[in-house]
Nanobody
Framework: QVQLVESRGGSVQAGGSLTLSCEAP????????MGWYRQAPGKQRELVAT???????NYADHVKGRFTISRDNAKNTAYLQMNSLKPEDTAVYYC????????????WGKGTLVTVSS
């Protein structure tokens, strides 16, 4: 059973920055597409960004240009750099590790709260 280890979120003011990390230990990281999702109060969980082993990225429109997803394959860790944060970015952020056809399973982190105040 893979347990994703997310860094702690936090509280920032609008316009501020925050970086989240997610480690996926004991797994062949090269077979995993890493992603971040978020769920705001009263809303459904939504995609934020994904990154493949080759470094290809995909972003939700509402974070393009502000958030950057990356990964360090040597550390089995993915990152989400969040800049120019807005109050509407307030949510619980979840790390996602998609094992694709190799593992046939998707793992989720427990989630970490990010609060952006105006």
């Amino acid at each position: 059973q893979v347990q994703l280890v997310e860094s702690r979120g936090g509280s920032v003011q609008a316009g501020g920055s925050l970086t989240l990390s997610c480690e996926a230990p004991d797994i062949i990281f090269s077979e995993i597409v890493m992603g971040w999702y978020r769920q705001a109060p009263g809303k459904q969980r939504e995609l934020v960004a994904t990154v493949t082993n080759g470094g290809s990225t995909n972003y939700a429109d509402h974070v393009k240009g502000r958030f950057t997803i990356s990964r360090d394959n040597a550390k089995n860790t993915a990152y989400l750099q969040m800049n120019s944060l807005k109050p509407e970015d307030t949510a619980v952020y979840y790390c996602n590790a998609d094992g694709g056809s190799y593992y046939g399973i998707v793992w989720w982190g427990k989630g970490t709260l990010v609060t952006v105040s105006s």
